[in-house]
């Protein structure tokens, strides 16, 4: 047999893999290898079943069938201990951090055998400064930015000097600066030759970075290719296996100031939230305002603040001219401002509500659902039919709880519940988060179609390219300041990034890498 | 008004009276860290106390009496951990359940057990240092369980600030997702921490039985559960607090039986519900100022932990 | 081995059939129990569940079932709708005690006068004090954000502390001897919460306990208010989203379960218990908290659990006098039902599936 028959050359092999969960299946006959020292792309859209089979590796979650070798040995870890002994590190998209704890701490749960923590703090600092990536082992993770609490997870990585790094959307929370600078990171451990296999549904990055990549479709490979002599137009259509028509938009004349914000200054009610400061900013009817920035720059408080979760004095936040700053939710929805937060589940959405319940949760005001404090069900039972038909949420009925929905569904729902209240004023954080293309260009196209039928409109993104897409001016947040709108025609990446806040100091840090 | 009160026997007894609601806050203080918030405090005291008294009846040792309490109030916890960390019932509504409980199976362990005197407790022999003028009878006049309940606090501070296991705990209670994904068995940790708080609970209600009353009768703990609850929160869930609390907490109930004793002019009802008011009073004002107390609390206290995926 | 799966949707059968469930198991657990204690378990199932009802002494008994199930059923439907939001009073045993002074020394000040507005008054009287008492957590919770299940607690041990100082000092019947305990209110027409109907152990608290499941189950069912109660218990972030103010929730919930205990308080004082003594308060305020589980929090539900606890109440009492079964059994028992029934609950929102063999 040959060196590639018995993949000897490879450092992972993944044969066959299948996963499934009830009513899904995550993984099917799923099969690729990783090379030593490439950097290889795990290509697909969310809900693909890229982050099941990257736990399978990390030992997270066991497979139905099939099977791994690692270095030409089977490979089966019970738990994560067992890959991280193996040599797999892996940096999360989500929940791997304590915000409470300092950063040593931090770096400490993720190892097997720590030192003693004044010894770690030094190598921290070692490794921080050999990688370009600052940071101060003493400092709380909960006061550190989106960024910085990146470089926690890569550094917790580093000490164990893993064969195989693997990480799972690392660029959403970073500038275009940062990214530059992340790469220029992972290209020089590539160089020391870690492999990495790097997961992600951005194009343009798997291409500057990437060696190889397998494509992921409803949980199978469905291609693989190497991204530099791909263009991103082919490597979408494997991605998302039809040809996408971005979202048409009809030239619209701005209207009068619709929703008015000024000087803006509010605490954070979140615990280690970001405080919003002198924000002030105007919407015109049928204007689309994108507001980027990092997360945890103050995304979720400037939603809490135009909402009416978040009281501030009247005259910060007016509607149509009328101070409605010291309004609650319920007050601002009269006034004609609909909201749909980041959140889905829990915040949006009563999880284990039914969709007709959580129709009525935001509807019941500007749709007339309740007369003297008493429920029209039926009523509120066709609202909830309308959403369901006219935004085509996938569901057996409206009985059903909204945690049943996939996400996808629940956020169209979601988004539909708001929109179709005829709104003066929008403001939606975060619409096609973790949303498959299809729906969030449905999401996207409805949005204008508000905007064209007169709503003023605020959308707070960190998607750039989907900012660009439906905005016609565009303000960063950074650490809860926002910069002046600007019309999007005519702004570079770079402008972009230097409003998102550049590189948060890291620029000088890099220079040795 | 506090004429006739020795400073020495004073503070000596609020040693003593505050052991009950240290073991308990401490051991609670510990199953909190790891993000349960179990509020049957009351009835595994309880448990430990009718548990401790009847072994050290049948056995004569007040030792095994203790053992016994501790082993009552941990077998009570493990319903407790069976119904949250296994069953994922609401950890609010089986605290109470478990108190309730707590308070009818004791009684019914107890009946045959009223009104006879446990074995003594005898003070740690300390020779000559006894005999020292005030700190004598000030420090060195005591059970083990005194010394036994503040090497506790300064155990778990220990363990919680420098012991690989207190992080884990820590992280565990700071965020169960987390702990997860790197791979840590949240259940059996805060199973662990569980059982944990439930002996340090039956060790203070069989403190209470055996040492401060000392006898059975139904509800004879009379809300030190409750109290020890409290101090946690006034304690902000640091170690050293929790001491300073409960001495706090015994040193006004010492000082109100002594002024009942006393006949000092204030009516007997409003001295005995003042333990509960000042508890109140404390709980107000550590969690006012804009919650600053609730900011110290672990991330995830209350929240049961299923991994789905 | 099992392992659990979460259903995508509460199971609305389960959510009927785990009372029912926790009930049979209570029942073998029981029996255990009493077979321990050395009595024959099917004799003290039978003495406890079946005999109130229809043994011998039934046209007595059945009375009595009336008699208890209303305290419990007021409370409960109170405590019910501030567990549904996620607010714990469990101090309503305070609430209780502290309607019954209230109502009790409304009543006793207008001693000897006859005149029908006496009793009304008293009711109002009744139901504030509750309120005020629960208002004190209320308002400690909305304004120093202090935890409210352990003040609602504290405020148990003072207000018994107060019916001690009621029942031995300012509420002592002048007449009595210098024995503790009030009037008896049956000697004094205008204030007393006679028996409506003969026979059934009907008194105005009962009545009172019916129209307060009628107006909660309306109340849930079909209320904006009711809505944003359930709301803010199942995902408090989702509640402030839709407008609902959680300071305003604090208040009313924990108003109406005051004043609903006080009430309770009241209508016992002046009814069954018939003064206010040192010890009328019998436990009613924390047997609440299970019937309210029982009846899962639902106004219907806590009906049925309400005069179920009433039974084993009075059952255990047969069983304590006829078996000699002791009467703490009956308190164990009842808590043992809150364990079954909460452990139960897991089959409203998990599936228990074999664990699927795992390949290496």
Request: aromatic residues 8%.
């Amino acid at each position: 047999m040959t060196a590639a028959e018995t993949g000897a050359g490879d450092l992972l092999r993944i044969e066959g893999v299948t996963k499934a969960y009830p009513g899904v299946v995550a993984n099917s006959d799923v099969s690729f290898a990783i090379a030593e020292g490439e950097v290889h792309a795990l290509l697909g859209e969310n809900g693909a079943g890229k982050s099941t089979l990257v736990k399978m590796i990390y030992g997270l979650v066991k497979p139905d069938a099939g099977r791994m070798i690692w270095r030409g040995a089977p490979f089966a870890p019970s738990q994560p201990s067992a890959a991280r002994a193996s040599g797999i590190a892996m940096v999360f998209q989500h929940f791997s951090l304590f915000e409470a704890l300092n950063v040593a701490e931090n770096v400490a749960l993720g190892m097997e055998t720590p030192p003693p923590m004044r010894e770690l703090a030094a190598r921290i600092r070692a490794v921080s400064e050999e990688y370009g990536l600052p940071l101060d082992p003493s400092r709380m993770v909960g006061d550190l930015s989106a960024g910085e609490r990146q470089r926690v997870e890569i550094i917790r990585c580093l000490l164990q000097s893993p064969k195989l790094l693997i990480m799972d959307e690392p660029t959403s929370v970073l500038t275009p600066q940062e990214v530059e600078i992340l790469f220029q990171t992972l290209r020089q451990l590539r160089s020391e030759g870690t492999s990495i296999l790097y997961i992600s549904h951005k194009l343009e990055e798997i291409r500057t970075l990437c060696d190889r990549a397998t494509v992921l479709r409803r949980g199978k490979v469905v291609g693989a290719c190497i991204p530099r002599d791909s263009t991103a137009r082919e490597m979408a259509e494997m991605m998302v296996g039809a040809t996408l028509t971005p979202p048409e938009r009809r030239a619209t004349e701005k209207g009068e100031v619709a929703l008015g914000v000024s000087d803006l200054s509010v605490a954070s009610p979140i615990p280690f939230g970001t405080s919003l400061k002198a924000i002030s900013f105007t919407v015109a009817r049928g204007e689309v305002l994108g507001i980027a920035g990092v997360a945890g720059n103050g995304q979720d408080e400037l939603l809490l603040a135009l909402n009416g979760e978040l009281r501030v004095a009247p005259d910060r936040v007016r509607i149509h001219g009328k101070p409605v700053g010291d309004l609650g939710p319920t007050d601002r929805r009269r006034a004609g401002l609909v909201s749909a937060p980041e959140e889905r589940l829990g915040h949006a959405a009563a999880p284990n509500m039914t969709l007709t319940e959580n129709a009525l949760l935001s509807g019941a005001v500007r749709q007339g659902l309740t007369a003297r404090g008493f429920i029209d069900w039926r009523g509120t039972e066709a609202f909830a039919e309308k959403i369901i038909e006219s935004f085509d949420v996938r569901t057996p009925g409206t009985h059903v709880a909204a945690r049943a929905l996939s996400g996808g569904n629940l956020q169209k729902f979601v988004v539909g519940r708001e929109l179709l209240q005829s709104p003066e004023v929008i403001v939606i954080n975060q619409p096609t988060w973790g949303v498959d293309a299809a729906a969030a260009a449905a999401i996207r196209q409805a949005i204008l179609d508000c905007a064209a039928g007169g709503a003023a409109v605020v959308v707070i993104s960190q998607d750039l390219d989907e900012l660009l897409e439906i905005a016609d001016s565009f303000a960063a947040l950074n650490e809860g300041r926002l910069t002046k709108p600007r019309p999007v025609q005519g702004l570079t990446i770079d402008e972009i990034g230097l409003m998102m806040g550049g590189a948060h100091g890291m620029e000088v840090a890099h220079h040795a890498g | 008004m506090f004429g006739g009160i020795d400073p020495a026997l004073l503070i000596a007894s609020l040693m003593v009276a505050s052991v009950p609601i240290l073991l308990a806050a401490t051991g609670e203080l510990v199953v909190e860290k790891a993000g349960v918030l179990n509020l049957g405090v009351e009835g595994m005291m309880i448990m430990g106390a009718v548990c401790g008294f009847i072994t050290a009846v049948v056995t004569g040792s007040p030792a095994l009496g203790f053992l016994g309490g501790a082993a009552g109030g941990a077998g009570l916890s493990l319903l407790f951990a069976l119904l949250t960390q296994v069953m994922q019932a609401n950890q609010v509504a089986s605290g109470l359940a478990l108190t309730l409980f707590g308070l009818g199976l004791s009684s019914l362990l107890g009946q045959g057990y009223v009104g006879i005197k446990p074995p003594h407790t005898g003070a740690v022999p300390f020779g000559p240092l006894a005999d020292i003028p005030f700190f004598g009878r000030v420090i060195f006049g005591h059970d083990p369980l005194v010394y036994l309940s503040v090497l506790a606090v300064a155990a778990v501070w220990i363990f919680l600030r420098n012991a690989r296991g207190g992080l884990i705990l820590r992280a565990v209670g700071e965020s169960h997702e987390a702990a997860h994904a790197l791979g840590y068995k949240v259940r059996r940790i805060r199973v662990l921490a569980i059982l944990f708080g439930g002996a340090m609970a039956g060790l203070g209600g069989a403190y209470i039985s055996l040492v401060r009353v000392p006898q059975w009768t139904d509800g004879i703990t009379a809300g030190a559960g409750w109290i020890a609850l409290a101090i946690v929160v006034f304690a902000s869930w640091r170690p050293w607090r929790v001491l300073l609390g409960a001495w706090l907490f015994g040193g006004i109930t010492v000082l109100q039986l002594n002024l009942q004793a006393a006949g000092s002019g204030i009516p007997v009802e409003y001295l005995s519900m003042s333990p509960y008011l000042i508890t109140i009073l404390v709980l107000v004002i550590m969690s006012s100022g804009r919650g600053r107390a609730a900011l110290n609390a672990p991330a995830s206290l209350g929240q049961n932990f299923h991994a789905a995926r | 081995m099992l392992k659990l799966e979460k259903r995508p949707s509460p199971s609305v059968f389960w959510g009927r059939a785990t009372p029912v469930l926790a009930v049979a198991l209570t029942m073998m657990a029981g029996s255990l129990m009493f077979a321990a204690l050395g009595k024959n378990p099917f004799e003290a199932i039978r003495t406890i569940f079946w005999d109130p009802l229809f043994g011998e002494f039934a046209w007595y008994l059945r009375g009595q079932l009336l008699v208890k199930a209303g305290p419990l059923i007021l409370i409960a439907v109170g405590l019910s709708l501030g567990f549904r939001a996620g607010i714990w009073n469990i101090g309503a045993e305070g609430q209780y005690i502290m309607g019954a002074i209230c109502g009790a020394a409304v009543g006793l000040a207008a001693y000897p006068t006859e005149s029908w507005l006496i009793f009304p008054v008293m009711v109002l009287a009744g139901a504030f004090g509750g309120w005020v008492w629960a208002m004190i957590p209320a308002i400690l919770k909305t304004r120093f954000n202090t935890n409210e299940i352990l003040v609602s607690l504290m405020l148990v041990y003072v207000a018994e502390t107060v019916l001690a100082m009621a029942s031995t000092g300012f509420l002592r019947n002048p007449d009595g001897a210098g024995f503790p305990g009030s009037r008896n209110f049956s000697s004094y027409p205008a204030a007393a919460n006679p028996e409506l109907i003969a026979g059934t152990g009907l008194h105005w608290g009962g009545v009172a306990a019916l129209g307060a499941v009628v107006a909660a189950y309306v109340l849930l069912q079909r209320h904006i208010l009711g809505f944003q109660i359930k709301l803010a218990g199942q995902a408090p972030r989702a509640a402030r989203f839709a407008g609902v103010s959680p300071k305003r929730l604090v208040v009313m919930c924990l108003g109406i379960a005051g004043a609903l205990a006080g009430l309770a308080g009241m209508f016992e004082v002046t009814g069954p218990a018939g003064q206010i003594s040192i010890d009328f308060n019998s436990n009613y305020g924390f047997t609440a908290i299970i019937v309210a589980f029982l009846g899962r929090l639902n106004p219907v539900g806590i009906l049925f659990a309400g005069l179920l606890m009433a039974l084993t109440y009075i059952g255990g009492e047969m069983a304590s006098t006829n078996l000699g079964l002791p009467s703490a059994a009956i308190q164990a028992f009842q808590g043992m039902l809150l364990f079954f029934l909460l452990a139960c609950d897991l089959l409203t929102n998990f599936r228990i599936v074999p664990a699927r063999k795992e390949v290496r």
